[in-house]
């Protein structure tokens, strides 16, 4: 059974920072490829970050500069460190294991709760 507990969210003032935390259970997680999204109020769910089984990142325009992702194959676990934090970044966060390097495509249907991340100005 697929399991994605995510983590590490909260209220942060802008230009703060959080690192989320993404457990996975139930897959093969070393060699998936890992990402994270996210949907805020009104809109649709969109992926801001991914990582390969190698290593390789991806972002979304808009979090260049700002996020990074990285994976600990050891603990089955997907980080997501946020720095300059905008009140646009406001949103809940999901990870999943992606069909592909960069594709809202993903390999499970199960999603975990997400992890409320709030960006007050």
């Known amino acids: 059974q697929v399991q994605l507990e995510e983590s590490g969210g909260g209220l942060v003032q802008a230009g703060g920072s959080l690192r989320l935390s993404c457990a996975a259970s139930?897959?093969?997680?070393?060699?998936?490829?890992m990402g994270w999204f996210r949907q805020a109020p009104g809109k649709q769910r969109e992926l801001v970050a991914s990582?390969?089984?190698?290593?390789?990142?991806n972002y979304e325009d808009s979090v260049k500069g700002r996020f990074t992702i990285s994976r600990d194959n050891a603990k089955n676990t997907v980080y997501l460190q946020m720095n300059s934090l905008k009140p646009e970044d406001t949103a809940v966060y999901y990870c999943n294991a992606l069909a592909g390097r960069w594709t809202m495509l993903t390999l499970y249907s199960s999603w975990g709760q997400g992890t409320q991340v709030t960006v007050s100005s």
């Open positions: 990582i390969t089984s190698g290593g390789s990142t």
């Open positions: 139930g897959i093969i997680f070393s060699l998936s490829t």
